[in-house]
């Protein structure tokens, strides 16, 4: 809480009456199968599909009042993606940024659905 105070603070000194702060979280986890036992050829490692990659991504909300510490809103969303391919072709980055994509286009639309729910 002492960083939402910060914040604030920061805010309140460009007259602003609310701020919005998001979190992002990413969480990657890579795992072999059974058929990684072939990665010991050397041509197992780049084509044997023995190796999994699952990237989670949440995007996390809240909008608060500056003057009084009110919590208006707040929302969260989370997207995964998975991949299954040799070792040697796993891409950590773009497993991560597909995940990326799927939350911040449904994070977008319900953070919009939840300001205009706001009176």
Do not use: Q
């Amino acid at each position: 809480m002492d960083g939402i105070k910060k914040i604030r603070l920061l805010a309140a000194r460009y007259w602003a009456d609310a701020v919005l702060v998001i979190k992002p979280g990413v969480c990657y986890n890579h795992m072999s199968n059974l058929l990684s036992i072939l990665y010991a050829t050397l041509v197992g490692i780049w084509l044997v599909p023995g190796s999994s990659g699952e990237s989670t991504f949440t995007l996390e909300a809240t909008l608060w009042d500056v003057r009084n510490e009110y919590l208006y809103l707040t929302t969260e969303s989370e997207a995964s993606s998975s991949a299954v391919r040799p070792y040697g072709w796993i891409d950590e980055t773009s497993i991560v940024a597909e995940s990326k994509e799927k939350v911040i286009s449904e994070f977008s639309s319900e953070v919009l659905r939840r300001f205009k729910s706001m009176k």
